[in-house]
């Protein structure tokens, strides 16, 4: 009895302190040029029985289900965030990139695995497939913050959110055929239609049956919504996982849904799915350090091989498949370079790999080792150089600044209304005008503005600036015509 507590506050004790740890190195990630997920891995790589032997792990289940459900977190965060007015234009090159730049990527690299590594094509191929996808928490957690230009943005993260599925239905297609028989490449054609399909259709239907009940139910709490929010991702990976369908796929079109419309508690919600995605983050990268022993990956066949790998990967494979997916889009030569430099590999490579390994395929430990130092090369080296390469080639966009004010959101639930927060632009049409010539609709008050950091009290002759931060307390009867007054464009004059 004495020795189960002893153990259990062992263990809160150092998942305090991997939490901590954690947080700490976030902090001095940007400054050292160095990406926070490759901190995470290190962490769990000298906590591990290959470093300090605080932890021996080797369960390649336990973290695979942990990586799977951190993945689902952090898509579904990821989509809650991204406005479809800003993928829209780049809807259909990201899906290429998504589709066509996986496989592309996959068949080039899998014809080095095949002589670099000595095993079959389907092998080969498998290996490919797992490397194929950009990574959404490597992607995401690397452009917060950067100044790329938002087109670009735009595109690395719809590729990065909707390209998991196709690496993940690539490795478990290959594992099939290598492990059975009669699986053959035709059965692979309808699981994948059934799959994209299924996750289409169950991440819109979900996505809109969410974002009903947040803004129909009144709960007691505000602090309950973004757990319902939660509740919903889960449900849409697991139900649409149960049918065939891809998980991942539904969970970030659902959260593309409800990110994008008109909810109640918004910012409550986004607030915590941005803290919860960091903490799964953290925790995911960290089991996924645990899961690896520097002694079988630091070796002069791992380093070599995963060294080509790599050069084949970043230097080739990648930019092949950009150039093959956007041909007929108006991106430059320097877009499709940064691009192609920008192409993350995270967190899914390396969770893709255990499912060799619980599969028993014969060189699967062979592959979670190289796949691991693609990893981390990819993250270290191209991870740590987007922004600098972003100047070199000139697409950088404004810089982006990180406001210095902090004002509590909230949903007033009994009084049936919220207040809101809207980032004015240059383009919008109440930018120059006072408060007082401005036609606010009925039950709306502006409560404050913040320019250049600094507050500024409302009154009916302050003009509205571009890049102020305005707060507005809104009856939710009234919010649909305050949306669309403050989505009016100044009129371009005819040339």
């Avoid at 289940?61 to 942990?66: E, F, K, R, T, V």
């Amino acid at each position: 009895m004495f020795e189960d507590i002893v153990n259990t506050d062992y263990f809160i004790l150092i998942l305090a302190l991997f939490f901590i740890i954690g947080v700490v190195t976030t902090k001095f990630s940007s400054r050292l040029g160095v990406p926070a997920l490759i901190l995470f891995i290190l962490i769990g790589m000298i906590a591990g029985s290959d470093g300090l032997g605080l932890i021996y792990f080797d369960n390649a289940s336990y973290a695979q289900l942990i990586g799977i459900f951190a993945l689902v977190v952090i898509l579904f965060e990821g989509g809650l965030s991204t406005k479809w007015s800003t993928i829209k234009p780049v809807a259909i090159p990201s899906l290429l990139l998504a589709t066509v730049g996986v496989l592309v990527t996959s068949f080039t690299v899998a014809v080095a695995a095949t002589f670099l590594l000595d095993v079959t094509w389907l092998e080969g191929l498998l290996f490919g497939a797992i490397v194929g996808s950009t990574d959404a928490a490597a992607v995401f957690a690397a452009l917060k913050g950067q100044n790329i230009q938002s087109r670009l943005g735009a595109t690395l993260e719809a590729e990065s959110g909707t390209n998991d599925p196709m690496a993940m239905f690539l490795t478990l297609a290959l594992i099939q055929l290598i492990t059975i028989d009669h699986y053959t490449v035709w059965d692979t054609v309808g699981t994948f239609v059934l799959q994209m399909g299924l996750g289409l259709i169950m991440g819109l239907g979900l996505g809109w049956i969410a974002s009903w009940v947040i803004n129909r139910v009144n709960l007691d709490s505000g602090g309950l919504y973004p757990i319902i929010a939660m509740g919903f991702a889960l449900l849409t990976y697991s139900a649409t996982a149960s049918l065939g369908g891809s998980g991942l796929l539904a969970v970030y079109v659902a959260a593309l849904y409800i990110g994008n419309s008109d909810l109640t508690y918004r910012h409550t919600i986004f607030r915590f799915n941005e803290g919860f995605a960091w903490m799964m983050q953290l925790l995911m990268f960290v089991i996924l350090g645990l899961l690896v022993f520097p002694g079988q990956l630091f070796t002069m066949e791992v380093i070599v091989r995963g060294l080509l790998l790599s050069f084949v990967l970043i230097l080739i494979a990648r930019p092949l498949a950009v150039l093959i997916s956007t041909l007929g889009f108006k991106y430059t030569w320097k877009e499709k370079t940064l691009l192609s430099w920008a192409g993350l590999r995270g967190a899914v490579p390396i969770v893709l790999a255990t499912f060799p390994l619980i599969a028993g395929l014969e060189n699967a430990q062979m592959f979670f080792n190289v796949v691991f130092f693609v990893v981390l090369t990819s993250a270290l080296i191209q991870g740590s150089t987007i922004s600098p390469f972003a100047n070199l080639l000139g697409l950088s966009g404004p810089k982006k600044v990180t406001p210095l004010h902090s004002l509590e959101l909230i949903s007033i639930g009994q009084a049936n209304a919220e207040i809101v927060e809207y980032s004015v632009n240059e383009e919008t049409k109440i930018v120059g005008r006072n408060l007082a010539e401005i036609d606010f609709p009925e039950d709306v008050l502006i409560n404050a503005i913040i320019r250049d950091g600094e507050l500024v009290t409302p009154y009916g002759e302050t003009v509205i600036e571009a890049n102020d931060i305005l707060y507005i307390l809104v009856s939710r009867k009234s919010k649909k015509d305050l949306t669309r007054l403050l989505g009016e464009r100044k009129s371009v004059p005819e040339i």
